[in-house]
């Protein structure tokens, strides 16, 4: 599974990066929620963990680009 980590602090991105890895998870990361949607749209992620607030889009944002998005299997989202 792949999982995309949308998260602007370097220090909680790296941390829940490596906890995610150490599941034996695949992980995207994003530094804002643009570059979360663009690698949304480019890979097949199963899972969205996502700050709320982010430089160029927040996480809300994020979410409503995700779900209205026409991607056919459903994304879990956690903010």
Known sequence: MEILIAEDNAVSRKLLEKVVVNFGYRVLVAENGR??????QQNRVSMVITD?????????ALCKKIRSSSV????????
């Open 35 to 40: 570059k979360a949607w663009e690698l949304f």
């Open 52 to 60: 709320w607030m982010m430089p160029e889009m927040d996480g809300i």
């Open 72 to 79: 056919k299997n459903y994304t879990y989202i956690k903010q």
